[in-house]
């Protein structure tokens, strides 16, 4: 027995590793990748529960979704009108009743009308009630990406992100739209059911019939084959906004390392795993569709020969053979209605699985931040007993504990990867600590609200982002109700003013994406001037200078010289000149701090701090 359960396994597993090497081929994902990612989504969301959530942000527009639904309604009951019309009018032509006709066929004109001129309403009003929808989600969406820790972007494809922000809010409230107009026209369809039942019992159980083996082959192709191609053209698709967004931002490194032949074969390969994917998923919906229409149009014969009997012994007349064949599509709509409503939930499913993870707190953690204000924040840092690790299994610093006075400036040196910079962003809490606390103040940054924390302390990172917009745009991000004058003041202190002023339109000249119009060290000029616009009692400035000539970077120390007493600055600096003025230099050296003190102190007592000023000499 255990002989054949293991023989049992290893031929499923050649199968799956045979099914591996075919999606790889043709689609550039595994088998197992598509299939865990079904598994995933059939254990999670059972019972729809994350599109359960999401109607909160469609609960918004319920007002244009209550309207959509009373219209929807009101048309499918005047649009019965229009098949029981149409009976009466054939009837009565054959019966010669002109005057009875004539009215017959005014009831079939109004309703016919009648029907048209609610659905338009209806789709005004159900297509705001969607781009409310998708604008709500989008909204929610933004909100909880800004909330999410940095620390999941380091692990996170910028892709991704952008197809759930741009594409799954769009799919949810089409989809939610689509489901009510599949179920006011699941309405629609019942009544004229109930309808032909009463023309004739029998043919209208024939047309059942017919309905019913169409029905059984979109089912069939939906139990067991639309998610799984639904999860593989979404795991495709991904890849390919991922790598086609790493081809725009890594455009100049693609050109400087003549990538372009390298770079476009990849992508061409990952436009054809797209296209088979989708043409695949199309072929395979279309032979079950195609094959459930000739299914349907064999058992229409049936429908004939029933019909033709009951003509010859007058159990039914000619005008309700006639609207039941015109109209039996009403009854096909019954069953692929229902389909049509599952088919939407569960590709809506997907998209709001991803939309759940970004907005839930189990994937995508959510900064927590206390309720303690800071009235008055003085700039005292306190850093007792720290622990923090990007990865579980590794430590960046054990027991790290050092204070900075209010209004000291202190430098932080060190060879690379000993965590400097680390430090600068565990102070806004940019990353969470795993264990200590961190004092700003003599409060735990914890127990601080967003706005007391992050107000006070300015950083300037070494790669500062620089939006694109004007250069004014960009500072007033800091302080949107400074003045001209302060913006001048600030930028005149970071050394930027007199390059703006060379601009055609000054500080209105737009900087370009990531402010790709302006060089590296006028992008730190203008982050220094951001920065110091927003006029933190803490400053910290992370390799700020690194893009500065040598002219540029002793002006800049100068204003940081100029600062000492009134803000409280810490300086990350590979050049140790940018610190040897600074009150106070920590050392660090395999992870925690070795020495402490100024500049002439370390260079006699600290061996790795001279080692690091002669290597620069």
């Known amino acids: 027995?255990?002989?054949?359960?293991?023989?049992?396994?290893?031929?499923?597993?050649?199968?799956?590793?045979?099914?591996?090497?075919?999606?790889?081929?043709?689609?550039?994902?595994?088998?197992?990748?598509?299939?865990d990612k079904v598994a995933s989504g059939k254990k999670k969301h059972r019972g729809f529960p994350d599109m359960m959530q999401l109607l909160h942000y469609a609960g918004?527009?319920?007002?244009?979704?209550?309207?959509a639904i009373v219209l929807g309604i009101i048309a499918a009951a005047v649009s019965l009108m229009v098949p029981i019309a149409l009976q009466n009018i054939i009837d009565l032509l054959t019966a010669s009743e002109w005057q009875q006709v004539l009215i017959w066929g005014?009831?079939?004109?109004?309703?016919?009308a009648g029907m048209y001129g609610i659905y338009w309403v209806y789709m005004l009003?159900?297509?705001?009630?969607?781009?409310?929808t998708a604008h709500n989600l989008r909204v929610a969406l933004a909100e909880a990406i800004l909330d999410t820790k940095a620390k999941k972007y380091d692990t996170v494809s910028t892709g991704d992100i952008l197809?759930?922000?741009?594409?799954?809010?769009?799919?949810?409230?089409?989809?939610?739209?689509?489901v009510i107009n599949y179920s006011t026209n699941l309405i629609e369809a019942f009544a004229f059911t109930i309808y032909a039942f009463f023309v004739n019992p029998w043919l209208a159980l024939v047309l059942f019939g017919c309905s019913i083996i169409q029905f059984l082959t979109y089912f069939i192709y939906n139990k067991f084959f639309q998610k799984r191609n639904q999860r593989r053209n979404k795991l495709i698709h991904d890849n390919n906004t991922s790598a086609f967004n790493e081809m725009v931002r890594g455009n100049c490194d693609v050109k400087n390392l003549n990538l372009k032949h390298i770079m476009l074969?990849?992508?061409?390969?990952?436009?054809?795993?797209?296209?088979k994917s989708i043409v695949d998923t199309t072929n395979q919906r279309q032979a079950f569709i195609k094959t459930g229409s000739i299914l349907h149009g064999l058992a229409l014969f049936v429908f004939f020969v029933v019909a033709v009997l009951m003509l010859q012994s007058n159990a039914v007349t000619l005008g309700g053979v006639l609207v039941l064949i015109t109209y039996r599509w009403y009854m096909l709509e019954l069953f692929d209605n229902v389909n049509q409503v599952y088919e939407l939930m569960q590709d809506a499913e997907v998209s709001a699985e991803r939309v759940c993870e970004i907005l839930n707190d189990e994937k995508y953690p959510k900064e927590h931040f206390g309720t303690l204000d800071l009235p008055e924040p003085r700039g005292e840092i306190e850093f007792k007993h720290v622990t923090f690790s990007y990865r579980e299994d590794m430590s960046l610093f054990q027991d790290m504990s050092f204070k900075i006075n209010a209004g000291e400036t202190i430098g932080i040196v060190g060879k690379s990867g000993q965590g400097k910079s680390t430090i600068i962003n565990?102070?806004?809490?940019?990353?969470?600590?795993?264990?200590?606390?961190?004092?700003?103040?003599?409060?735990?940054?914890?127990?601080?609200?967003?706005?007391?924390?992050?107000?006070?302390?300015?950083?300037?990172?070494?790669a500062p982002y620089i939006f694109n917009m004007t250069i004014r745009e960009n500072l007033l991000f800091a302080k949107p109700d400074a003045t001209q004058e302060e913006i001048i003041d600030a930028c005149k202190k970071a050394q930027i003013h007199d390059f703006i002023m060379t601009k055609p339109e000054g500080y209105d000249s737009v900087v370009g994406e990531s402010?790709?119009?302006?060089?590296?060290?006028?992008?730190?000029?203008?982050?220094?001037?951001?920065?110091?616009?927003k006029d933190s009692k803490v400053l910290l400035l992370d390799e700020a200078t690194s893009a500065l000539d040598n002219e540029s970077q002793g002006k800049i120390k100068e204003v940081i010289h100029n600062l000492s007493g009134e803000r409280t600055v810490v300086i990350v600096a590979h050049r140790l000149t940018t610190v040897v003025d600074c009150d106070r230099i920590l050392v660090i050296d395999g992870n925690k701090i070795i020495a402490d003190g100024p500049h002439e102190e370390l260079r006699k007592s600290c061996s790795v701090y001279r080692n690091l000023y002669q290597s620069e000499e």
Do not use: C
């Not at 074969?265 to 296209?275: A, D, E, F, Q, T």
């Open 60 to 67: 918004r527009e319920k007002h244009y979704y209550i309207w």
């Open 265 to 275: 074969k990849k992508m061409v390969g990952l436009s054809l795993n797209r296209y």
């Open 426 to 462: 565990l102070i806004p809490k940019i990353y969470d600590i795993d264990s200590g606390e961190i004092l700003l103040d003599g409060i735990n940054i914890a127990d601080l609200t967003e706005d007391a924390l992050r107000n006070t302390v300015s950083v300037v990172p070494q």
């Open 106 to 112: 005014a009831v079939y004109a109004v309703a016919f």
């Open 163 to 178: 197809n759930r922000i741009n594409n799954d809010p769009a799919k949810i409230s089409d989809n939610f739209t689509q």
């Open 125 to 132: 009003v159900i297509s705001r009630a969607s781009q409310g």
């Open 1 to 35: 027995m255990h002989i054949d359960k293991k023989g049992r396994q290893e031929q499923k597993d050649l199968k799956l590793n045979a099914l591996d090497s075919r999606y790889t081929e043709r689609y550039g994902v595994t088998y197992r990748e598509v299939m």
């Open 515 to 533: 402010g790709i119009m302006l060089s590296g060290g006028q992008k730190q000029r203008l982050a220094i001037a951001r920065a110091l616009l």
